[in-house]
């Protein structure tokens, strides 16, 4: 949309801490061509405007006391 501002693209360091954060390798002379390919996928994502979308169930959460699996309940 021309009336809205231009996202700025994933820098390559962003790009590598996303890498890392993955835990894969790919190789350096890989990195632009992974930039752009990644960038072109989540181009639907972030035009979309979130706060414009109705949630249709509430959230998920999640009690880190339990009750966890392989234990018995009550």
Known sequence: MPDEPKRPEL???ELRARIAA?????PENRLNMVRKLLGEALAP?????SRKIRPLEPAVT???????VGVGHE
């Open 62 to 68: 999640f009690d880190a006391a339990g009750p966890h």
């Open 22 to 26: 993955a835990g894969i390798t790919i």
């Open 45 to 49: 994502l972030r035009s979309l405007d």
């Open 11 to 13: 820098t390559l360091d």
